[in-house]
């Protein structure tokens, strides 16, 4: 039989009546003829708030402990799940990310997917269950519990479908599918119908979290097909595709994107000599940061200034260890900066078309924000800004660039 796997995120599992709902559609998949494989993520901020309490108890919260809490959240949806699948007479077995073969490596928080062992997951469905699995958890090369970041279940689901050879992974979530822009923020955003992974896992980097960055990476190296639906309404969604796909609609821009939750960091003074980025970004690296954009300054009297941007939640553990980066590479001092964003525009027809990063910097500069820091990639053009300036910069970029449904020409 072909199997579907299918991923609820928290909103659409939100309550015991939307976990109803859940149930209901998975029952149809299943009538219609599908093994079905469920994932889900924690119901509605679960994971939030069990982040709240920990923060409550420790500024930084032992790691290990804090994956066994956070894991919590998911194997209360799954189990809600389960008993409602089964009580609409359709035989469900829901498992933890461990019981379920999902192998990791011990990185705690966020923790990579090293291989997936699907037998048990296998037998079930054999079985003639519907499985439904908890997201975002595996289990570590140490045997221990760990979690995959923020938004890990879209990749638990990619990564099972890979495993199963599923015909297809689809992540139902809040919105219609992937939007021009995240719409929440820009009501004239438009749907995309299809979208090429190398797009999407631009915008996913850039703070679209629609789906997991890791996700779409999985994807599309396990040519796992996938799409992104509504959990509300029969809408059609997005697919995810391979750039030459012929029905790809062809776009200069496909898309603007906001990261609400970096932090910038500046070391004041760095002595500008060969080893001195490499043994600050080495001992940051250390601590398990991923850095985002990095700027150094033109020196002066041989000595620099340097700037690079973190995710926000990182920042309490950075601070932990930023007075030893400072004293052991002679700068003078360090500081760090919460009130920032990272607004990005995307689209493959970006490669061959001049101009465009002066056109959003003049989109920017018309409405007076001030732009910080600016990186790119051959798709991508990214500039950090204040936060207050974020949501408004959208809507501002957005609509310089013609994204909405009304101002569309190429199709019309
Ligand atoms: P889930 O709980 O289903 O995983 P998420 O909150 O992780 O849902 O992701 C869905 C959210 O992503 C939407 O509610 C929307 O606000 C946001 N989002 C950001 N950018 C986009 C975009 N380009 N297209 C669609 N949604 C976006
Ligand atoms: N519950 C986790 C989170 O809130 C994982 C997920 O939703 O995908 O990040
Ligand atoms: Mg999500």
């Known amino acids: 039989m072909p199997i579907v796997v299918q991923k609820y995120g928290g909103t659409s599992v939100g309550t015991t009546e939307r976990i109803g709902a859940v149930a209901d559609r998975v029952v149809r998949t299943r009538e219609a003829g599908k093994d079905v494989v ?40 799954m189990s809600l799940l389960a008993i409602a699948v089964n009580a609409r007479g359709c035989k469900a077995a829901s498992y933890t990310g461990s019981q379920a073969g999902i192998i990791t490596d011990t990185q705690h928080g966020k923790a990579k997917i090293v291989e997936v062992r ?89 703070g679209a979290k629609v789906l997991q960055l890791r996700s779409v990476e999985y994807a599309r190296r396990h040519d796992v097909p996938l799409r992104v639906l509504p ?11 391979e750039e030459d796909d012929p029905m790809l609609e062809q776009a200069l821009i496909r898309g603007v994107a906001l990261a609400a939750d970096e932090a910038k960091v500046t ?50 553990r950075l601070e932990a260890v930023m007075q030893g980066i ?43 924000i001030n732009i910080d820091m600016i990186s790119t990639s051959s798709i991508r053009i990214s500039c950090v800004i204040r936060a207050e300036d974020a949501e408004r910069a959208v809507r501002i970029v957005h609509r310089r660039f013609e994204l909405a449904d009304e101002l569309l020409t190429d199709e019309d």
């Open 231 to 241: 959990s509300y309404t029969e809408g059609e969604g997005t697919w995810v595709v």
């Open 118 to 206: 699907p037998g048990r997951i296998q037998e079930s469905l054999v079985a003639g269950n519907v499985v439904i699995l908890a997201g975002f958890q595996g289990l570590s090369t140490d045997y221990d519990i760990t979690t995959l970041g923020r938004g890990g279940s879209d990749t638990t689901a990619v990564a099972m479908a890979a495993a199963l050879g599923a015909e297809v992974c689809e992540i139902y979530t809040d919105v219609e599918g992937v939007f021009t822009a995240d719409p929440r923020l820009e009501p004239n955003a438009r749907k995309i119908d299809r979208i090429s992974y190398e797009e999407m896992l631009e915008l996913a980097a850039a």
């Open 38 to 77: 469920v994932v889900v993520s924690a119901m509605g901020h679960t994971t939030d708030e069990l982040l709240e309490m920990a923060t409550e108890v420790a500024t930084i919260p032992e790691p290990r402990e804090l994956d066994m809490l956070l894991t919590a959240g998911e194997r209360i949806a």
């Open 267 to 316: 070391l004041d003074e760095v002595p500008d000599k060969p080893g001195v980025a490499a043994a600050i970004f080495k001992a940051v690296a250390a601590d398990g940061i991923n850095v985002d954009m990095i700027v150094q300054n033109v020196s002066h009297d041989g000595r620099t200034d340097l700037s690079f941007t973190i995710p926000r939640e990182d920042l309490p």
């Open 326 to 368: 400072v004293s052991d590479i002679g700068a003078v001092r360090y500081s760090t900066d919460p009130g920032i964003a990272k607004l990005s525009l995307v689209g493959a027809g970006m490669k061959s078309s001049p101009g465009v990063a002066a056109e959003m910097f003049d989109a920017l500069a018309a409405e007076s």
